[in-house]
């Protein structure tokens, strides 16, 4: 039940969208906030608010992983288990809250203080091993820093080895390897840059929707970020102008745009950098985009587990608000606009644009079929735009420095500009990087990442995030942008590099993603929620000793009959790492069944930094 | 909208703009395998079984999801279909049960049909089956999730048609499950909907739970005996043994009937009543104060010798019949022939005196016939719709779902007038949908409509054309309505003259508009004004006269329009013989000797204040046709034993005035007959000829005797000219537009009103066993905030006292329930009988109890 002081958030909250079951999420949280769980009560309390059954709220509660449906411990620890923070050793940080606590996954401690949950990617891949707890998230842990914050957080509740805002690696790695000019990450670099609204103004902030707002036609906005060649980085790489373009000019509105900040796919924690440490830069970038398509209203959907993103975000759109950036009659243009922070719950596929929309409007997180296209009916029906926080965030510099500037990086004219790549892996300088699109995968594992850990040899490479097929040694020529990953038969996707070394047992590498595909699979189409589930129970099998010559033919039947036959692109994903993996290193699959055992297991545990090199 | 013309499977077929890939397979006879396809929902492609090649498109397509567009070319039955087909089927069978053998939905199980079709008999999974550990969901529904295919469809049936909202899809991915509300048992008004809609065995019913396979039923269509909505069933019965003459389950197919496959709790769960152990299965004879069993020969002779002895002694007159209108018509025909021809008197009346009779008086009058000018598709069809005292969902559920469909579909504006406050939970409330609601008094509906015709005349909004032809008609409700004000109403009604004015507006602008009227304003005093009136509105927004737009009343029992239109009255003939509540004062003292009723409860129906016992018990001879010993049998001399409508052939007419075909679907149980056959052979005996070979003959002689009817007539203009005339050249004030405010009583403070349950309909529904696994007794319905007042809680025990007596009832809180009104249904009403007392409309003589002044104290109990 809520509280007096949560009440009075919760007409704001209403405020924010033009219909009322959108508040689902933000009172779930808030429920969640107040209570540390979500009760039966509260559920309840919810669809009186939201004029809804409390069936409908709870059949929303138990889609989204953060909610607790159950009381939990005054301390949540989530330790990520998905396969970049296994490389680096989640598994052994669950070995060592089990040793300072006496838990396992799912237990609670006895005095009822400690609830361990593992979960699936919190976007810190390269910052592993790391686990979140409450809000806080703590990175790069080692038994030593475990040991602390328990320590901690059992006398004082609070633990200052909490990381954040986010920013890896530290300027000083990142200045000595400048060789470009980083254009998202520029700001900061800048020695003191806080990310303030000041600090970007300082930095030339802000001017962009000078020149825009009511001297530029939205068409000529439009024109321009076609020109520049744009794509999304969120995964598609579908051309960002283009896509603008789509929304009808005739319509008469509300039209809107959502900001996809839901940062998710393993691999991946680009975005979580960008809005942790340079917000206005997005909103600047939102701003423009609005002005393009003629929308009043953006919702920016972030993921649930960034509270601090989320938290940094509503500073921004308060100091911008403040500003007169936001808000009605913006710098005397006659453009309104409002901008809303929408936090999600713990759902990989709220990622997926039509599934985010769903799940803003209030509802499951399920894909829609298209068409019809978010462009002609979107959120609550209307015209949307979904672009993901990259994207926006390169807008300004479009419109400062012009398309044929942006044209001029990278590989022009199908992959122009900056990207900001996650390392992950075992490297040994995993990170944010950017560069512009076109340098080699070698480049970017030496010059960036500073080259394999430890003089171990490479085996295999994720190019582009958990939904891209594994690539090997071999392509460490392919050039990084959407054509050279694509010819090499896998795709850029988000950005996220993995590297694995050669004691890494590709057929557990493909299981650890498969256990994330089927914790996130969001059950809709029958192929995806029913395949995903078959599949992991082969690979556990196999991974156990227990595969058979047939299982390889029957998973690649499997992965046939997923590819291509769901509504959306989650079911083409969670096959990939299968069918990958089969294609290059079908051997190790012979080796598991023909041992009756995983080669790789009982080798020697090696310490990278912290934990296991592969989570055995 | 355009046609489109598309090739499927190399035939060419036209179809109109819009319409979905599947959809047009269908048309040319090609059935697309799908789960969660429905035509009633939207679709959500999930299943992922409809799966076509549409050439240019370079993957499969969902065929659910895809509009046709002129010169596609599908493919459905190409190797690369069937292995996507094959493939979907796969994966659903790698989790699921194979329990066919114990499953109730085996034989005919889309899944299993599918898989007869397309796989082979070994699966290549080897892996452990997910299991969802079984969980008791409900008494009547029947939740097994191993065999679910996630389709959802029931879920959406819930949420867009029922809009009960009651089932939830839960979890995520292959953990996916359906649930009510946590572990919770479900609480839902019991449709049905979920098992009817479910493709395969996940939902079942379970009241018949492992008492067949549905290749051994036999299937009657028939219509559904309960209210007036007229729902087409399809009874299915096991009749292979002798001893096994029951109906198993019911079901209603998509695209079948007026209620097009959709019922309620009572048509779905409501079938366990004809083989109740309490059937009367002989004749009974009274002897020395006790029932003895005889022969028909026996009951037949005696009750003719006795007849034929009083209508000699003291003249037809002395007689006097009573049917009930959940009677066939062709029972009612042959009833009213009886009393008229056989026995010679006009002394006979129906159960649709209790209400029905004060709607068609009105509609009679005005309009030039009783039946509906409008028809259900008309209501979807519906720019606004107006809902007066209905209580809707509960009292015709059907109708309920026609307005939902205007309202979710087509975007109809919806005024309801109703007692009850629109909150939401998982039994859907018509209010919740309205686009104005006016929460009015249960006493004072009338007041609402008196206020709306005021305003229509005071801010204009009389259509043109009325104006033009029926000037004088015009000027006159604006003097009868000069006297009376807003404020009146809103004393009476407690509806604010805003609220007014915005309806009386928003229902003239509309282009159509069509009003229902229910039995919140048809049982309660001022109903013949309050009907006229209603007529009034619609006639000076110019609705009356219009295609698709007027007036619709509702019935609450099966046959009320039949019995109307059979003739089971005692008015509209030159002597008009007694009415029911005369009835029962001749019966008293003395005029009337004899009474014959045929279904009807009199003992029950009416308040123990009126002393109907004691008036039966000063007859000479009570006859009685039954299926159950009632209260009013318990006092006849003879009880004769009669079919229930599941039992026999013959018709219905729905509240729309749609005739509809009963058919038998059990034998006679016991000795018992059709109530017409009884009749005619009682007539015979009574030396009266009257022959029928079958149900046929008296459709024929009732098709000879009456003029044919439209079943959707229109106005007829010369009665209303008559009407106008008639109301104009009255110089008299019309008190039809006297605001009458409902008095209030310190010393009881609480409005009691009396009506249908969703689950229930009359008595005979209590006598099924799945509708008393739902609700098995009446309880007083209060809100919360009252519950505080008099400091009661939900399931108390409270003392309610009237003028006239109290009684000694559970409470249950619902919030649905405006504070200082409480309701308690019919269904058990003997248990407050005591508190209600009975008033007689002047004009149409219905007798009036199902409201009372009341005030309530806590009781506790001594332990």
């Known amino acids: 039940m809520f509280s007096a002081e949560a009440k009075k958030q919760i007409p704001d909250i209403l405020k924010r969208y033009p219909i009322k079951a959108s508040a689902m999420l933000p009172l779930l949280n808030l429920a969640q906030e107040e209570e540390g769980w979500v009760s039966e009560d509260s559920m309840r309390e919810i669809a009186k608010l939201l004029d809804l059954t409390p069936p409908k709220v709870y059949e929303v509660a138990t889609f989204y992983t953060m909610l607790n449906l159950k009381p939990i411990g005054r301390f949540h620890l989530q330790v990520c288990k998905s396969l970049m923070c296994a490389l680096v050793g989640s598994d052994t940080l669950i070995q060592w809250i089990d040793q300072e606590l006496g838990i396992k996954p799912g237990e609670t401690t006895e005095d009822g203080m400690f609830t361990l949950s593992t979960v699936e990617c919190l976007a810190s891949c390269g910052t592993a091993p790391m686990m979140q707890v409450n809000d806080d998230y703590f990175e790069r842990l080692t038994h030593e820093k475990v040991r602390q914050v328990f320590e901690d957080l059992r006398t004082t509740g609070k633990c200052s080895l909490a990381t954040g805002p986010f920013r890896w690696p530290e300027p000083e790695v990142v200045v000595l390897m400048a060789a470009f000019e980083k254009v998202l990450l520029k700001n900061m670099d800048m020695p003191g840059y806080s990310g303030s609204l000041k600090d970007y103004e300082k930095a030339g902030g802000y001017q962009a929707i000078r020149t825009v707002l009511g001297k530029m036609k939205p068409d000529d906005l439009i024109d321009i970020v076609k020109k520049s060649g744009l794509r999304g980085r969120g995964g598609a790489g579908f051309p960002t102008g283009v896509k603008w373009g789509f929304i009808p000019k005739d319509h008469p509105g509300p039209k809107y745009l959502c900001c996809n900040a839901d940062e998710s796919e393993p691999g991946t924690f680009k975005d979580r950098q960008l809005m942790e440490r340079d917000p206005h830069q997005v909103l600047e970038g939102i701003i423009l985009c609005c002005y393009a398509i003629g929308a009043h209203t953006s919702y920016i959907y972030i993921r649930g587990e960034f509270i601090l993103g989320a938290k940094l975000l509503e500073k921004a759109l308060a100091e911008a608000c403040e500003a007169g950036y936001l808000g009605k009659n913006i710098l005397g243009s006659g453009f309104d606009l409002d901008v809303y922070v929408h936090r999600g719950a713990g759902a990989y596929i709220c990622g997926e644009e039509t599934a985010l929309l769903e799940s803003l409007e209030g509802k499951r997180g399920k894909p829609r079929t298209k068409p019809p296209f978010p462009a002609i009916s979107g959120l609550y029906g209307k015209p949307t735009v979904i672009n993901n926080v990259e994207t926006l965030a390169n807008i300004p510099y479009i419109v400062n420095r012009g398309p044929e500037w942006f044209m001029s990086i990278g590989s022009s004219p199908k992959s122009p500009g900056t990207r900001v790549f996650s390392l992950s892996g075992h490297i040994a300088q995993p990170g944010n990087y950017e560069v512009p699109m076109g340098i080699t995968m070698r480049e970017m594992l030496e010059d960036y990442g500073g080259g394999m850990r430890d003089g171990k040899k490479l085996k295999a490479i994720i190019p582009g995030g958990a939904s891209a097929a594994f690539l090997t040694e071999e392509h460490l020529d392919v050039k990084l942008d959407f054509e050279g990953i694509a010819e090499a038969g896998s795709m850029l996707g988000s950005g996220a590099i993995t590297f694995m070394n050669e004691d890494t047992c590709m057929v557990w590498a493909a299981e650890r993603l498969l256990e994330f595909f089927h914790h996130e699979s969001c059950g809709k189409c029958t192929p995806c929620r029913e395949g995903s589930m078959w599949l992991l129970q082969i690979l556990h099998r196999m991974e156990a000793g227990h595969g058979k010559h047939e299982d390889l033919d029957l998973l690649l039947r499997l992965c046939g009959n997923i590819e291509g036959q769901t509504v959306c692109a989650f079911g083409d994903a969670e096959i990939a790492p299968i069918t990958s993996t089969l294609k290059h290193f079908r051997h190790e699959y012979e080796a598991h069944i023909r041992d009756g055992c995983c080669p790789f297991r009982g080798q020697p545990a090696e310490l990278v930094g912290a934990g296991t090199s592969h989570g055995h | ?863």
Not at chain 2, 471 to 494: F, H, I, K, W
Not at chain 2, 755 to 762: A, T, V
């Open chain 2, 1 to 863: 909208m355009g046609r489109v013309k598309l090739t499927i499977d190399k035939r060419e077929v036209e179809v109109e703009q819009g319409t979905l890939v599947i959809e047009a397979a269908r048309e040319l006879g090609i059935d697309i395998p799908h789960f969660c396809y429905h035509p009633k929902l939207g679709y959500d492609a999930n299943c992922r079984m409809c799966h076509v090649e549409i050439e240019k498109s370079p993957k499969l397509q969902a065929s659910c999801s895809i509009p046709v567009t002129d010169g596609m070319v599908v493919h459905t039955d190409t190797e690369r279909v069937n292995e996507s087909h094959k493939s979907v089927l796969e994966f659903i069978l790698a989790n699921h049960p194979l329990d066919c053998p114990v499953c109730d939905q085996g034989g005919r199980c889309d899944l299993q049909d599918y898989s007869h079709r397309y796989t082979p008999t070994v699966s290549p999974f080897e892996d452990v089956k997910r299991v969802f550990n079984k969980e008791y969901f409900s008494p009547v529904i029947e939740k097994q999730m191993n065999r679910c295919v996630s389709c959802t469809r029931c879920v959406r049936y819930c949420d867009d048609v029922i809009d009960a909202q009651a089932l939830a899809s839960t979890g995520r991915g292959s953990a996916s499950e359906i649930k009510h509300f946590g572990a919770h048992e479900l609480d839902c008004e019991f449709c049905g909907g979920c098992v009817q809609i479910c493709p395969v065995g996940a939902f079942t019913n379970r009241v018949s739970m492992f008492d067949y396979r549905p290749w051994m039923l036999k299937r009657t269509d028939t219509t559904c005996g309960y209210c007036g909505d007229g729902c087409q069933l399809t009874f299915q019965t096991r009749d292979q043994q002798s001893t096994a003459n029951t109906i198993i389950e019911v079901q209603s197919f998509h695209g079948t009937g007026r209620n097009n496959g959709d019922l309620c709790a009572r048509g779905y769960f409501g079938f366990g009543f004809p083989n109740h152990e309490d059937r009367l299965t002989h004749p009974l004879i009274k002897r020395d104060g006790t029932h003895v069993q005889v022969t028909w020969e026996e009951a037949m002779e005696y009750a003719a010798e006795r007849l034929t002895e009083i209508k000699e002694q003291h003249g037809p007159d002395a007689v006097a019949g009573l049917a009930s209108a959940r009677l066939t018509n062709e029972d009612l025909y042959v009833f009213q022939k009886f009393m008229r021809v056989s026995i010679g008197t006009n002394q006979l009346d129906s159960s649709i005196r209790y209400g029905h009779v004060n709607a068609a008086t009105a509609m009679v009058k005005v309009q030039g016939t009783a039946r509906w000018t409008i028809t259900y598709e008309d209501i979807v069809q519906a720019h606004t719709i107006l809902l007066l005292g209905t209580n809707l969902t509960e009292t015709n559920p059907i109708v309920g779902l026609k307005v939902k469909e205007a309202v979710k579909k087509g975007g109809a504006q919806l005024i309801t007038i109703e007692s009850t406050v629109p909150v939401i939970q998982t039994i859907s409330n018509i209010t919740n949908l309205a686009t104005l609601h006016m929460q009015a008094n249960p006493l004072a509906f009338g007041a609402v409509i008196q206020g709306m015709v005021k305003a229509v005349l005071d801010d204009g909004l009389v259509n043109a054309d009325i104006r033009t032809r029926y000037p004088q008609y015009v000027e006159r409700l604006t003097q009868d309505t000069a006297n009376m004000s807003l404020s009146d109403c809103e004393q009476a009604a407690g509806v604010t003259g805003d609220q007014i004015k915005a309806a009386a507006k928003a229902f003239s602008e509309a282009p159509k508009g069509i009003v229902l009227v229910g039995q919140g304003v048809l049982r309660a005093p001022g109903a013949l004004e309050t009907t006229l009136n209603v007529l009034d509105l619609l006639l000076l927004t110019g609705k009356l006269d219009q295609e698709e737009s007027g007036l619709g009343v509702l019935t609450e029992e099966n046959n009320e329009q039949g019995a109307l239109e059979m003739g089971v009255v005692p008015e509209h003939v030159p002597e008009p013989g007694l009415r029911l509540p005369e009835m029962i004062e001749a019966a008293r003292d003395g005029h009337v000797k004899a009474m014959y009723i045929v279904g009807e409860n009199p003992i029950e129906s009416l308040p123990p204040s009126v002393k109907v016992r004691d008036a039966l018990n000063h007859l000479d001879l009570l006859i009685c046709h039954e299926l159950f010993m009632t209260e009013t049998a318990k006092c006849a001399d003879i009880v004769l034993p009669a079919c229930s409508y599941t039992e026999k052939d013959g018709t219905f007419t729905n509240s729309e005035g749609v005739v509809q075909k009963v058919r038998r679907a059990l034998d006679p149980v016991g000795e018992s007959q059709p109530d017409w056959e009884i009749l005619a052979q009682l007539s015979n005996f009574m030396n009266v000829p009257m022959e029928y070979e079958s149900v046929k003959d008296i459709q024929d002689e009732i098709r000879h005797s009456q003029a044919p009817m439209r079943k959707t007539p229109r106005l007829d203009r010369k009665v209303l000219d008559a009407y106008i005339e008639h109301e104009t050249s009255n110089s008299e004030i019309n008190h039809r537009y006297v605001v009458t405010k409902p008095g209030t009583k310190d010393t009881r403070p609480l409005i009691l009103t009396v009506g249908q349950s969703l689950f229930h309909s009359g008595k005979m529904s209590t006598f099924a066993k799945g509708l008393n696994a739902i609700q098995s007794e009446g309880a007083l319905v209060m809100h919360p905030d009252d519950g505080v007042k008099y400091g009661v809680e939900n399931g108390s025990t409270v003392k309610m006292v009237s003028d006239h007596g109290e009684a000694v009832i559970p409470v249950k809180l619902n919030e649905r329930r405006p504070p200082g009104t409480v309701f308690f249904p019919e269904h058990f009403g003997t248990h407050i009988g005591a508190v209600l007392s009975m008033t007689t409309d002047p004009t149409t003589g219905v007798p009036y109890c199902s409201s009372a002044r009341v005030s309530i104290t806590p009781v506790s109990f001594e332990v």
